[in-house]
């Protein structure tokens, strides 16, 4: 049998729960935490490195990085955040690839970006593209061909019809449908349960069924 995987990740809040649950499923193990806030370690007996120089810290105890794989444990709308520990990480040497929950249906012809997360009962269809740094979380289903920009966090259950283009750092909330072939800009918002049904632009924020604009 294969040497466990080790894992640190960027956040130590409950996201970094489900992270480790599913690197443990996948052949790995958390062996660091960070984060910029002074936090309690959520995993047992794994500690945790506050901020910029807790990492730096880390980094001169570490003999190579480079068999060390990285992870952004932060959900939301914090995407951009997300985007930065992802670049950062490759920058210093770890390796940053993709998890996908042994319980996500993942179609053969699916493309996931690096540093993706793809959380138990997740449905990636055919031909969908998944760009880095991504969460798709729990029993959210992406339909055929759809193409989801970096950054970007699909909430549980969320669906995206067919077709459907969704820009960098988007937040779609728990629950939501956006309908087939519509356009969803660079970081909008779209609220739990809402139903969209037309393109969404840049940084708009809606809700509701349908969903409508709720700021300019």
């Not at 520990?85 to 996908?100: E, I, N, P, W």
């Not at 840049?202 to 509701?208: D, E, F, I, K, S």
């Amino acid at each position: 049998m294969s040497a466990s995987r080790p894992y640190v990740l960027w956040g130590a809040a409950g996201h970094a729960k489900v992270l480790a649950e599913a690197i443990n499923l996948v052949g790995g193990h958390v062996i660091a935490l960070f984060d910029n806030q002074e936090l309690d370690s959520p995993l047992a007996d794994i500690p945790v490195f506050k901020g910029l120089d807790g990492f730096k810290h880390w980094l001169a105890q570490q003999d190579d990085v480079s068999e060390i794989f990285g992870l952004a444990a932060i959900g939301g709308v914090r995407g951009r955040d997300r985007m930065q520990v992802h670049d950062m990480f490759r920058a210093r040497g770890l390796r940053v690839s993709a998890v996908v929950h042994p319980r996500a249906h993942v179609s053969p012809t699916a493309l996931i970006g690096s540093g993706a997360q793809i959380l138990a009962l997740a449905n990636l269809g055919a031909g969908v593209s998944i760009g880095n740094s991504c969460i798709v979380n729990h029993g959210a289903s992406i339909d055929h061909e759809c193409v989801v920009g970096d950054a970007t966090h699909v909430a549980p259950g969320a669906i995206l019809c067919g077709c459907v283009t969704v820009g960098e750092n988007v937040f779609i909330g728990a629950g939501a449908v956006v309908l087939p072939r519509l356009h969803l800009g660079d970081d909008c918002v779209i609220g739990a349960g809402a139903v969209v049904t037309r393109d969404v632009p840049r940084g708009a924020l809606v809700a509701n069924n349908p969903a409508k604009p709720l700021n300019k």
